[in-house]
Nanobody
Framework: QVQLVESGGGLVQPGGSLRLSCAAS????????MGWYRQAPGNPRALVAA???????NYADSVKGRFTISRDNAKNTVYLQMNSLKPEDTAVYYC?????WGQGTQVTVSS
């Protein structure tokens, strides 16, 4: 059974940082492409960042230079380091592998 469990969301002031984690089980993590997506109210879910098995990454234009995706294959975990957060980054963030999604973690950027 595949499980993706996100953690690390919360409330942060503009300009602050958060690190999201996604712990995976039930998959061969080391050969899995992993992605972070986000969905704000009234908007479709959209890709934020992805990382492939070789460590190659791609990012949405809106987060380039501010967010970093990484993975620890020994821990079956993918991370999203988010710096210089803006109010428009407020959303529920989801971890994804293939057709599997985590439950999401809320990130709120507000003063």
């Amino acid at each position: 059974q595949v499980q993706l469990v996100e953690s690390g969301g919360g409330l942060v002031q503009p300009g602050g940082s958060l690190r999201l984690s996604c712990a995976a089980s039930g998959i061969i993590f080391s050969i899995a492409t992993m992605g972070w997506y986000r969905q704000a109210p009234g908007n479709p879910r959209a890709l934020v960042a992805a990382i492939n098995t070789g460590g190659g990454t791609n990012y949405a234009d809106s987060v380039k230079g501010r967010f970093t995706i990484s993975r620890d294959n020994a821990k079956n975990t993918v991370y999203l380091q988010m710096n210089s957060l803006k109010p428009e980054d407020t959303a529920v963030y989801y971890c994804r592998h293939a057709n599997y999604w985590g439950q999401g973690t809320q990130v709120t950027v507000s003063s």
